[in-house]
């Protein structure tokens, strides 16, 4: 069994700067490729970053491309999602997720194996 816990989010001015952290346990962290989805209230869930495996390509949503930063550290079975200049816009709750295909991860109606149970994000104006 796959467990992921999210954590970093919280309320902060437009501007500012928030880092996320999904924890993963129970199986090889390094065999699976990482990903970040959020959902907004009246919106569908949005694709927003992924990286693979072996900490190589990383990709992104245009929206968040040049603002956030997904990156991951095998020896503490963490994937992070930095988010720099951040927008009302990008308000929700942000999920990370797994899977050992990266494709999966790059489409907001990819069907990754595991989630975790997300964390809120807002963006105040």
């Known amino acids: 069994q796959v467990q992921l816990v999210e954590s970093g989010g919280g309320l902060v001015q437009a501007g500012g700067s928030l880092r996320l952290s999904c924890v993963v346990s129970?199986?090889?962290?390094?065999?699976?490729?990482m990903g970040w989805f959020r959902h907004a209230p009246g919106k569908e869930r949005e694709f927003v970053a992924a990286i693979t495996r072996s900490d190589g390509p990383t990709y992104y949503a245009n929206s968040v491309k040049g603002r956030f930063t997904i990156s991951r550290d095998n020896a503490k079975n963490t994937v992070y999602l930095q988010m720099n200049s951040l927008k009302p816009e990008d308000t929700a709750v942000y999920y990370c997720a797994a899977d050992y295909n990266i494709v999966v991860l790059t489409t907001a109606r990819g069907r990754p194996e595991y989630w975790g149970q997300g964390t809120q994000v807002t963006v105040s104006s």
């Open positions: 129970g199986r090889a962290f390094s065999s699976y490729a």
